[in-house]
């Protein structure tokens, strides 16, 4: 497993993957520690919001800070994600709109955000089907002689879905230019990646004849090197590749999730001792680079992002009854028109006569 810093903070050297990441300098790396930061205190603000009530629903990303920012921050504007519900950070990273991002989640939209105003599609709750999508994309940038690539994320439960697999298939088969991200956070919702698998899970992707790397998923240099080395790959028409990021879900699935129905106590103690922002920031505490005044502004900018998408969750404009019909189809299509009108004269008998309301009961008006 490939790891550019451990646990503890300690920089360590790695001829093989160094390069990719030599532009890491002070400043970039507290770049990386902010949006570790910042996405922590989003997830945080966010599950606050569910157990408030303002949220139906919320996945927790907690712990997977590194994984998410370290790929995230490796692509370019031009790529397009493919993502599963967690991947929130990501989102933050490719400039979604921080109401958007829980709008689905508060039940005020089927969807969230425009894909093509920031190259990433919206969430996917379906597990694994995103890979699919991914993979028909990589085709048609292939088809376009682009230089661009997608990447689709998913868990370590994704990788017993057939859709995975089938995306690999068709991925491998035609070398298109898209990078499977998997976060091996080590539970699919209940279930121990023990079960699922007796090998790692970057073993699997050669069967498919696709080259893959496991890395240390709290460790934002080796995520971010990896997927460099990925996407040059995917430039370059070499195909695609497979990264395992083994980190660890450090909260619930979701908000409707109890872990500890099903979680060691000393599992979650063992790998809170691995936490992706706390060995950044030991490192750069260690080279000077992050004093008092570094850490205020941070943690400032962290507290004013949770207070924005507090703002934007709470003053969220309710949907109208008909929006529902909205984006379904690209083009008109006769069969959602007829099903809006039905609904349109459902509701329209709910409305009040001349502002009285009547209930008809046993022939009877009253």
């Not at 370590?156 to 879905?161: L, N, P």
């Not at 083994?246 to 936490?275: C, F, I």
């Not at 934007?312 to 009108?341: K, N």
């Given at each position: 497993?490939v790891?550019?810093?451990?646990?503890?903070g300690?920089?360590?050297?790695?001829?093989?993957?160094?390069?990719?990441?030599?532009?890491?300098?002070?400043e970039?790396?507290?770049?990386?520690?902010e949006?570790?930061?910042?996405?922590?205190?989003?997830?945080?603000?966010?599950?606050?919001?569910?157990?408030?009530?303002?949220?139906?629903l919320?996945?927790?990303?907690?712990?997977?800070?590194?994984?998410?920012?370290?790929?995230?921050?490796?692509?370019?504007?031009?790529?397009?994600?493919?993502?599963?519900?967690?991947?929130?950070?990501?989102?933050?990273?490719?400039?979604?709109?921080?109401?958007?991002?829980?709008?689905?989640w508060?039940?005020n939209?089927s969807?969230?955000?425009?894909?093509?105003?920031?190259?990433?599609?919206?969430?996917?709750?379906?597990?694994?089907?995103q890979?699919?999508?991914?993979?028909?994309?990589?085709?048609?940038?292939?088809?376009?002689?682009?230089?661009?690539?997608?990447i689709?994320?998913?868990?370590?439960?994704?990788?017993?879905?057939?859709?995975?697999?089938?995306?690999?298939?068709?991925?491998?088969?035609?070398?298109?230019?898209?990078?499977?991200?998997?976060?091996?956070?080590?539970?699919?919702?209940?279930?121990?990646?023990?079960?699922?698998?007796?090998?790692?899970?970057?073993?699997?992707?050669?069967g498919?004849?696709?080259p893959?790397?496991?890395?240390?998923?709290?460790?934002?240099l080796?995520?971010?090197?990896?997927?460099?080395?990925?996407?040059?790959?995917?430039?370059r028409?070499?195909?695609?590749?497979?990264?395992?990021?083994?980190?660890?879900?450090?909260?619930?699935?979701?908000?409707?999730?109890?872990?500890?129905?099903?979680?060691?106590?000393?599992e979650?103690?063992?790998?809170?001792?691995?936490?992706?922002?706390?060995?950044i920031?030991?490192?750069?505490?260690?080279?000077?680079?992050?004093?008092?005044?570094?850490?205020?502004?941070?943690?400032?900018?962290?507290?004013?992002?949770?207070?924005?998408?507090?703002?934007?969750?709470?003053?969220?404009?309710?949907?109208?009854a008909?929006?529902?019909?909205?984006?379904?189809?690209?083009?008109?299509?006769?069969?959602?028109?007829?099903?809006?009108?039905?609904?349109?004269?459902?509701?329209?008998?709910?409305?009040?006569?001349?502002?009285?309301?009547?209930?008809?009961?046993?022939?009877?008006?009253?």
């Amino acid at each position: 497993m490939v790891q550019l810093v451990t646990a503890h903070g300690e920089r360590i050297s790695n001829p093989e993957f160094d390069p990719w990441v030599q532009d890491m300098d002070h400043e970039h790396l507290l770049s990386l520690f902010e949006d570790m930061t910042v996405i922590r205190r989003l997830d945080v603000e966010a599950t606050a919001l569910q157990r408030q009530g303002e949220l139906a629903l919320w996945p927790p990303l907690l712990g997977q800070e590194a994984s998410q920012i370290g790929s995230a921050r490796a692509l370019r504007s031009d790529d397009f994600v493919f993502s599963s519900y967690r991947e929130n950070g990501v989102a933050y990273c490719r400039g979604v709109n921080l109401t958007d991002i829980v709008r689905v989640w508060r039940g005020n939209s089927s969807s969230g955000w425009n894909p093509y105003t920031v190259n990433m599609a919206t969430p996917q709750i379906i597990i694994g089907a995103q890979t699919l999508h991914a993979t028909g994309y990589a085709m048609g940038i292939q088809s376009d002689g682009a230089d661009s690539a997608a990447i689709a994320y998913f868990g370590d439960g994704a990788t017993s879905e057939g859709d995975v697999n089938e995306a690999m298939v068709f991925a491998a088969s035609f070398q298109v230019p898209v990078v499977f991200f998997c976060q091996n956070n080590h539970w699919a919702i209940s279930e121990p990646v023990a079960l699922q698998s007796p090998v790692q899970l970057s073993d699997r992707a050669a069967g498919f004849g696709i080259p893959s790397l496991r890395v240390d998923g709290n460790d934002v240099l080796a995520v971010m090197a990896a997927t460099r080395i990925a996407l040059d790959r995917a430039r370059r028409g070499g195909g695609p590749t497979f990264i395992e990021a083994v980190t660890y879900r450090m909260g619930p699935h979701t908000t409707a999730d109890d872990p500890t129905r099903y979680r060691d106590a000393n599992e979650l103690e063992d790998w809170s001792a691995k936490d992706p922002i706390e060995r950044i920031r030991v490192l750069l505490e260690s080279e000077g680079a992050l004093g008092p005044e570094v850490a205020a502004r941070i943690q400032g900018k962290a507290d004013t992002v949770a207070g924005e998408i507090r703002k934007g969750c709470i003053g969220m404009a309710e949907p109208e009854a008909m929006d529902i019909f909205a984006h379904v189809y690209s083009t008109p299509h006769s069969w959602l028109d007829r099903q809006q009108e039905q609904y349109g004269r459902y509701l329209a008998m709910l409305e009040p006569d001349d502002g009285r309301s009547a209930i008809v009961t046993g022939g009877q008006q009253r």
